[in-house]
């Protein structure tokens, strides 16, 4: 089963930031953090991932809290591209085992 | 550099019938995966690959076979398809050492009938 829970659905203006959110209580001290998404039809495409520190890239910005526990997604200005299925994903990185996605959630930018 | 490639792209069986969804990477990637997606449902694993001549069951292995003889390449067979085959598969490779981005195939779209 998916170490993370995910609401189903969001809704986002366009040009507003998407802060999507993922709860991963159960993370262990070795487990990173990843986001995936998949628009319509296509294949999920990699976003971002982190250990404990904040990270930020041309796409995104995730924020991990102190504890772990959880985590945010930031999309700083969202587009009607961005409407997809975003996924967060806990592993080890560095790690053969398997990558287990769960259902994510589906984002929807309004214009 | 074509990352990962899928054939075919859509193919429509007859239930019974046998068929392999082809899957390669030229990234020089060890770990291969494959994922089938159900209308509304998110990513599950199938069967996955950390290098040539090793496999593993992911979360829905029944009904689905693989074997990895060469780095590049990663087929799916079916053995006797069944409507609840019914599906868009995706194949995805990654580094198994450092870099964890997983890249993902365009996908397979299987009908069963």
């Known amino acids: 089963d998916a170490k993370t829970t995910q609401p189903p659905s969001m809704d986002c203006a366009e040009g507003r930031a998407a802060n999507l959110p993922c709860n991963h209580s159960?993370?262990?001290?070795?487990?990173?953090v990843y986001w995936y998404r998949q628009i319509h039809s296509q294949g999920p495409q990699y976003i971002i991932h982190?250990?404990?520190n904040n990270e930020t890239n041309e796409m995104a910005s995730l924020i991990i809290t102190e504890d772990r526990k959880s985590s945010t997604l930031i999309l700083p200005h969202a587009t009607l591209r961005d409407t997809a299925v975003y996924y967060c994903?806990?592993?080890?990185?560095?790690?053969?085992?398997?990558?287990?996605f769960g259902k994510g959630t589906r984002l929807h930018i309004l214009p | 550099n074509a990352g990962v490639t899928q054939t075919p792209k859509f193919q429509v069986l007859k239930t019974g019938q046998s068929m392999t969804l082809q899957c390669a990477q030229d990234?020089?990637?060890?770990?291969m995966s494959w994922y089938r997606q159900d209308p509304g449902m998110g990513l599950r694993l199938i069967h996955y690959?950390?290098?040539?001549?090793?496999?593993d069951q992911g979360e829905v292995p029944n009904g689905y076979n693989v074997s990895r003889s060469t780095t590049e390449d990663f087929p799916l067979r079916l053995l006797s398809a069944a409507p609840s085959q019914t599906s868009v598969y995706f194949c995805?490779?990654?580094?198994?050492?450092?870099?964890?981005?997983?890249?993902f195939g365009p996908g397979t779209r299987l009908l069963v009938l």
């Open positions: 995805a490779s990654s580094y198994a050492q450092g870099r964890e981005t997983q890249y």
């Open positions: 690959s950390v290098g040539a001549g090793i496999t």
């Open positions: 990234m020089n990637h060890e770990y």
């Open positions: 159960t993370i262990s001290g070795n487990e990173y």
């Open positions: 982190g250990l404990k």
């Open positions: 994903i806990v592993r080890v990185a560095n790690r053969d085992d398997k990558i287990i």
